[in-house]
T-cell receptor, first 115, second 113 residues
Framework: NAGVMQNPRHLVRRRGQEARLRCSPM?????VYWYRQLPEEGLKFMVY????????ESGMPKERFSAEFPKEGPSILRIQQVVRGDSAAYFC?????????????FGPGTRLTVL | AQKITQTQPGMFVQEKEAVTLDCTYD???????LFWYKQPSSGEMIFLIY??????QNATEGRYSLNFQKARKSANLVISASQLGDSAMYFC??????????FGTGTQLKVEL
């Protein structure tokens, strides 16, 4: 039973480019969460999605950031026109429909570096 | 916003000794959960233990146990028989305002011979 998968593991972008981060939840999990970890800090919640629905995006920056979790395929976190301050580790977590929020298992993270 | 306090930025413990990592929180939710995660230097987040606010017994998972004091809003992690591989950053994270986790600033644990 594969865990939460994220790719790429490392992503380098130049300022102004777009970054797309992908997350495949654990089998049977229908809830996905995205978190961001800046250097030397704890993780900060960004967005909570179920299939085809954004449930809570209170942690998402108002501009340049968007997330989706389509009916088929992985969840995508998209950052447009990246800036140096977007450099961080981005973690995805998933939980099953039977226990939303009770069991959040994390992927290995995508480390984004903006040059 | 919910505030999580981990007062020990760094801790040292000798191998085979027990260590307690502190965590307090200030949720106003009646029903919530408490997670502890470990983040080694390799960066991944490893789930350690979970406690529901209505669980009467303190959670235990192998060498990990929670000292959960609901009235004090405290959920300290106890690691028994520390091992060198326990050296890592440890984060406390209650659920709040729905299912999202709010993480503390973490405690860096170093296990010494």
């Amino acid at each position: 039973n594969a865990g939460v998968m994220q790719n790429p593991r490392h992503l380098v972008r130049r300022r102004g480019q777009e970054a797309r981060l992908r997350c495949s939840p654990m089998k049977g999990h229908s809830h996905v969460y995205w978190y961001r970890q800046l250097p030397e800090e704890g993780l900060k919640f960004m967005v909570y999605l179920q299939k085809e629905n954004i449930i809570d995006e209170s942690g998402m920056p108002k501009e340049r950031f968007s997330a989706e979790f389509p009916k088929e395929g992985p969840s995508i976190l998209r950052i447009q026109q990246v800036v140096r301050g977007d450099s961080a580790a981005y973690f995805c977590a998933s939980s099953p429909p039977s226990a939303p929020g009770q069991e959040q298992f994390f992927g290995p993270g995508t480390r984004l570096t903006v040059l | 916003a919910q505030k999580i306090t981990q007062t020990q930025p760094g801790m040292f413990v000798q191998e085979k000794e027990a260590v307690t990592l502190d965590c307090t929180y200030d949720t106003s939710d009646q029903s919530y959960g408490l997670f502890w995660y470990k983040q080694p230097s390799s960066g991944e987040m490893i789930f350690l233990i979970y406690q529901g606010s209505y669980d009467e017994q303190n959670a235990t998972e192998g060498r990990y146990s929670l000292n959960f004091q609901k009235a004090r809003k405290s959920a300290n992690l106890v690691i028994s028989a520390s091992q060198l591989g326990d050296s890592a950053m440890y984060f406390c994270a209650p659920t709040g305002g729905g299912n999202k986790l709010t993480f503390g600033t973490g405690t860096q644990l170093k296990v010494e011979l």
